[in-house]
Structure formats: C-alpha cells, structure tokens
C-alpha cells in the first residue's frame, strides 16, 4: 500500500508540474522564415505566457499570437492548440501610434526606426496609419518575406499569448543533438554508480558499511 501511494503521489507531482508548465509556458516549433535572422525555420522557442500578466506589451518585443481569424482554441484543447494558429513577430507600434514605411525605412509617429536586426529591409512602401486602440502593429524581421501587419491587419491585445522567452533548439547548430550523447551517458552512469552500492547493501546485510 505504502508503493502504491508513493507512485500515486509522484504521479500527482508529474501531472502538476506539466499542467503548470502549460500554463506558464508554451512550446512553439517555428515553421517560416519570416523572422530571420532572429529564429530560423525549425528553430523551437519557448513562449512566457504570463510575460502581460502586470504589464502591457513594449515596442520591440518578440511575441506569440493567435493568427488573424484562426480564433482562439477550442476549451476543451486549452493547453496544446495547433501550431498553426499561431504567429511570431515583432511589435514596432503601440495603440494610437502612426506607422508608415517608406524609402526602405519604417516610421513611428515620424521617427525612422534603428533596425540592426533585420534580414533585410523592406522593399514595400506603407502609408501612415494609425494603430487603433487595443491592437498592436507587428512585422517580421525578414521584412520581405513575411505575412504582417502591413498587409492590413492589427494584433487585438487579447490574441496576445505571451512574449517569447528563449530559443531552446536552433538548426543554426545541427550538431548540438549528437554532442549531447556523452553527457547523457555521464548523467546515467553517475546514477547506476549511486545506486549500486545500495543494491549490494541491501543484499547482503551483513556487510560492512565503511
């Protein structure tokens, strides 16, 4: 009875966490190249799902939002929607602000914006809008290649999920995977050394302890 309940309740702890860690972050595997250089096609990101819980989104963050018209998922799927449903992209306009993009350059409320990040910039031109109230203006660093607010829609502030935290695998370095294996090993054997001595112990009573 007492190992039934040591598994019951190690169980319970498993389920917790995962469903804590579902709440508070999400996993997302990039499937585009609209944001290049930054993350790369196949890259997996971990988005912080209470990033705006106390504050409102900043210009230049990185954020993870439901796709213009996919909706939000179903209730009885809050934890694992489909990937795509989901965008990734840099806010560069708040509510009220004017955006417009001109001569390779995009202007907030007139001033060009600093853009060392980009793949490239882009080839469009924009005239000025207003960002309404409650939505955000967002594009992809790879300006050219990248299905954003400047073909004509906003980010609502409630299709936000969160900001994006870390980038936890990137094919920018394939061979990150393989290289992992001796530690793996490492870890593993460490723990059958700890554990052997116990098994022998427990064999054989009589022995020693030093």
């Not at 990039?30 to 990101?45: H, K, L, N, T």
């Not at 870890?187 to 059958?192: A, D, N, P």
Request: proline share 8%.
């Amino acid at each position: 009875m007492k190992i039934i309940l040591e598994y019951a309740l190690t169980l319970l702890v498993v389920v917790v966490l995962i469903l804590g860690l579902q709440l508070t972050l999400k996993a997302f595997e990039v499937f585009d190249v609209s944001m290049q250089p930054a993350y790369r096609e196949g890259d997996y990101i971990l988005v912080n799902r209470l990033s705006y819980l106390f504050e409102a989104p900043k210009q230049g963050d990185l954020i993870a939002f439901y796709s213009p018209g996919s909706g939000h998922p179903l209730l009885a799927n809050p934890f694992f929607p489909e990937y795509s449903t989901q965008y990734i992209k840099r806010i560069i306009a708040l509510p009220g602000d004017t955006v417009e993009v001109k001569g390779r350059l995009v202007f907030v409320n007139s001033q060009p914006l600093s853009e060392p990040y980009l793949q490239e910039p882009p080839g469009y031109n924009l005239a000025e809008i207003t960002v309404p109230a409650g939505s955000y203006f967002v594009l992809g660093d790879n300006r050219n290649n990248s299905n954003d607010s400047h073909r004509g829609w906003f980010v609502p502030s409630e299709d936000v999920i969160g900001a994006i935290w870390l980038c936890y695998w990137t094919n920018a370095f394939p061979d990150i995977r393989i290289a992992a294996i001796p530690f793996l090993v490492i870890i593993i054997g460490i723990f059958s050394r700890e554990a052997a001595p116990q098994n022998v112990l427990a064999k054989n009573p009589t022995q020693k302890r030093h």
